[in-house]
């Protein structure tokens, strides 16, 4: 497999041969299948990968938030609410575990919080998309939802101890993230009048194609893969896992009774998997440099969480030095 890597990668790897001694024992524990953790030697590099794709990480669970805070006001019962609600607070204790991961590497959660308010750092491009009617929250919920555990599920394995510790339980709450998405979309494909099946149709065409790109530039463009295979942060490459995702999200779809706005979706039954469409790489791209339709919507409104909450920040850390001088006296 490394050998291979080696061979293919998009970036030159290091063959062990060229490795330093450290580094060689470093890669026969990750071949060997045990954790690293936070006080093991690392590569940096192995380090810098790991504090890149956690914080990107946890900037879109928490920026993630705000497409579904948009519904929170409008949602069309009590029992709507609720459920986004828990699925809104689920979302920011996942960003929570996720700077803790990235801080055990010796990361600053307050630098790297800096970094995304001034539109340095990134968060998953779906994000910067709008959330225009109800639908769009269960599309979120069953799309969006749906392609992170694809994608998390595997990152269950990856090779740093905390990261993967992480992804377990976040991936145990994400699978309710899904299906309250699904619900809510079927209730309305089922129970709701035509223009409200319209609008699930409408939700879906729309978040179809930006969900796909959530796994980030096809293989043969992914700069980051090959070396994040072989150190096994990444244990399925982005391809592999977008199949995955729309193999099995198509027989969800046609439960709907929706299509999706690929012409080319079909069956290959001799690939045993479904074949789809060209992504639109350069939309992908121009998100990424921060020209999406809400880029900088969800970055001032971060900002602003931040200046809004300043005074609870400071009271917190009175109360806790008032408690502190108290036990000490
Ligand atoms: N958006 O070489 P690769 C959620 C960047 S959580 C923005 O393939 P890599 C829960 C990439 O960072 C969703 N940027 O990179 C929820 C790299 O940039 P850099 C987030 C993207 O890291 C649901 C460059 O392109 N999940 O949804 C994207 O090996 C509902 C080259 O790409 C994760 O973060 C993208 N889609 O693979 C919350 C999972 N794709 O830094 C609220 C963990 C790529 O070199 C509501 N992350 N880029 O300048 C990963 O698995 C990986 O980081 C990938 C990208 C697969 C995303």
Known sequence: MYAQLVETGVKRLKTLDEMSEQERAFQERIDAEIKIEAKNWMPDAYRQTLIRQISQHAHSEIVGMLPEGNWVTRA????????????????????LYLYSAMETL????DTEIERLHSGKAKYSSIFNYPTLSWADIGAVGWLVDGAAIVNQVVLQRTSYGPYS?????????????????????????????????????????????PSLMMFGPSDEHSPNSAQSMAWKIKRQSNDELRQR?????????????????????KWNAERGHYDFGQIQWDEFYEVLKGN?????????????AIEDGAWVRAAAVAHAKKKANKNAA
């Open 106 to 109: 010796g990361a600053d959660r």
């Open 292 to 304: 999406g339709p809400c880029n900088q919507e969800r970055v001032a409104t971060r900002r602003q």
């Open 165 to 209: 510790r992480a992804m377990i339980r976040i991936c145990k709450e994400e699978s309710f993230h899904q299906r309250q998405g699904y619900e809510i979309l079927l209730t309305m494909m089922r129970e709701g009048n035509q223009a409200q099946k319209d609008m699930v149709q409408d939700a879906i065409n729309r978040l179809w194609w």
């Open 245 to 265: 995702f729309i193999d099995q999200t198509v027989p969800q779809l046609e439960l709907l009774g929706c299509t999706a706005p690929d012409p080319e979706l």
């Open 76 to 95: 069309p019962s009590l029992k709507r609410k609720l459920q986004l609600m828990a699925k809104i607070q689920d979302e920011a204790g996942h960003g």
